[in-house]
């Protein structure tokens, strides 16, 4: 269903990458765009063939293409702007303020491309106290009430063994992205989406976890 579509994926590790690797598996184009000086960390994660090709990212990454970008220099941001032209969807997950910093924020992109969907993905969201901590797994779990849940009766807080807050949040992404798709197919322009893990994980466990607070007193 995606078959004509491309998506620039400037992602890291698990949230944002999947939600890229969903549309390829939907028959997008996807490409993969990393720096050479700060490569995806997720290459880090789990045994693979070579130096670089972990399992982690030979999953959140197949059937992508790939390209290297110094997006300091000109003639590397430039390269990148040229892209945005062509595609219909951007995806990134650097923390609030970076892209900006950056030069490829949806402003920035919406300058070359009025109709691109850009997908901010983020940890806490754009505002707030902690919009700019860095974010991993079990943090989300302990700040959502997820580590609560799981501990027993009385006992200590327990994690779940997955990083199940990535995933729910790459599919929320993905979710998102086809609808704001489907909204420019009817005249409505591109659009910025904005996820954040806090929500999703929220989101995910409120309508039994969080059952007794639905309704006040």
């Known amino acids: 269903p995606y078959k004509n ?7 890291m590790v698990l949230a944002g990458p999947l939600a890229g690797q969903i549309f390829s598996e939907l028959g997008a184009q996807v490409i993969n765009i990393e720096s050479l000086k700060q490569p995806d960390a997720g290459r880090l994660f789990g045994r693979g063939p070579a ?7 030979a999953n959140s990454g197949r059937g992508k293409q790939s390209i290297v970008l110094d997006l300091k220099k000109s003639d590397g941001l430039q390269a990148f ?8 969807v951007v995806i990134q997950n650097f923390r609030p303020g ?14 070359w491309n009025s109709n691109i969907i850009y997908c901010s993905s ?20 302990t ?22 807050c990535d995933k729910f949040t790459a ?4 979710q998102a992205i086809g609808a704001a798709l489907v909204v420019r197919e009817h005249g409505g322009g591109g659009q910025h989406i904005q996820t954040d893990m806090l929500k999703v994980a929220l989101q995910t466990i409120w309508p039994e976890i969080y059952q007794s607070h639905t309704f006040l007193d």
Do not use: H, W
């Open 98 to 111: 970076a892209v900006e910093r950056m030069r490829v924020s949806y402003e920035d992109c919406k300058k």
């Open 143 to 164: 700040v959502s009430g997820v580590s609560y849940a799981q501990g027993s009766a009385g006992g200590a807080p327990a994690l779940i063994g997955q990083a199940f």
């Open 81 to 88: 702007y040229d892209l945005v032209k062509k595609a219909d």
């Open 122 to 141: 983020s940890g806490f969201g754009n505002s707030g106290p902690y919009k700019t901590l860095r974010v991993y797994a079990p943090i989300i779990q």
């Open 51 to 57: 130096r670089g090709l972990s399992g982690l990212y």
């Open 171 to 174: 599919m929320a992404s993905a």
């Open 5 to 11: 579509l491309v998506v620039l994926d400037l992602s």
